[in-house]
């Protein structure tokens, strides 16, 4: 595996699990030094990133132990289904604070940071939700659009720096997250694997390692989009 990432410094939330641990190891194996946050679990970070001055602090420690900051990797998220009526207003907000609000506030904290090397780089994590709407999803589904758009307007405004910003727009991946739906509903599983032309779910994997080739000097020009890493399943939506 090459170094590609030697010398480049990385925050990664969402690191105790599934997608966010597989983007905390890649960007590892690249030679990026890796400052990992989740709400739980075994990270440098440990705290609930909704709250207000989280990110604040996240981004202090880790620009103190790795003397600058790169890369911005939010991989935390929450998903359940809720059916549109009798969907609870708290849980609503709470999608929107740990999906949206969180990722906003950490990339504002970071960003005078990654623009003090004129190449620095955001991936977000989004959705085919991102793009397309699904039952039992409004919460989510909101929270991931939005994130698509914050994405390309910090494009906008950062590029200027040397700054990109891209959003990965994961397919159905196989993590504790999507585990208990996969358990319960074989047919949810099967739906999922039928419709990827590659036929079969995602690995947390199959994301970290797009993640690190867009955090990489090869995708110096790639910026301000989303891009479905779905094993092809959005080509029938
Ligand atoms: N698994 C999929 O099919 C899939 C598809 C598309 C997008 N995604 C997105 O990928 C990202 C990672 O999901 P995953 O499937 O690896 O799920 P996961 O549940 O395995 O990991 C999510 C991590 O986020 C952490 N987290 C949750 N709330 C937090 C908070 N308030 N503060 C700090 N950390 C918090 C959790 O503790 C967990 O470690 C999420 O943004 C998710 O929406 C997942």
Redesign the pocket.
């Known amino acids: 595996m090459s170094m590609r990432l030697q010398g480049r410094k990385a925050v990664v939330?969402?690191a105790?699990?599934?997608?966010?641990a597989a983007v905390a190891a890649r960007l590892a194996a690249d030679g990026a030094q890796v400052f990992t946050?989740?709400?739980?679990?075994e990270v440098d970070f440990v705290?609930?990133?909704?709250g207000t001055d989280a990110n604040t602090r996240l981004v202090a420690k880790a620009n103190a132990r790795m003397g600058g900051l790169d890369i911005v990797v939010p991989?935390?998220?929450?998903?359940t289904f809720h059916p549109l009526e009798g969907h609870d207003d708290a849980y609503f907000q709470r999608v929107l604070d740990?999906?949206l609000i969180?990722v906003f506030r950490l990339v504002r904290e970071a960003a005078a940071h990654l623009k003090a090397h004129g190449a620095g780089r955001i991936v977000t994590?989004?959705?085919?939700t991102s793009t397309y709407g699904d039952e039992g999803l409004c919460a989510y589904s909101a929270s991931?659009h939005a994130v698509l758009g914050l994405t390309k307007s910090i494009a906008a405004e950062l590029g200027p720096f040397g700054v990109t910003a891209t959003c990965v727009q994961?397919?159905?991946?196989d993590?504790?997250?999507?585990a208990p739906a996969f358990d319960q509903m074989p047919e949810y599983r099967t739906f999922w694997e039928g419709k990827a032309p590659l036929r079969r779910l995602g690995k947390?994997e199959d994301i970290a390692d797009v993640v690190a080739f867009l955090c990489s000097e090869d995708a110096r020009f790639v910026s301000g989009h989303g891009l479905w890493v779905d094993g092809g399943a959005m080509v029938r939506h």
Do not use: E, F, R, Y
């Open positions: 939330t969402g105790a699990s599934g997608i966010g946050a989740d709400i739980q679990g705290a609930d990133l909704t991989c935390a998220g929450i998903s740990v999906n969180a994590i989004g959705s085919t991931k994961p397919g159905a991946i993590t504790p997250m999507t947390p």
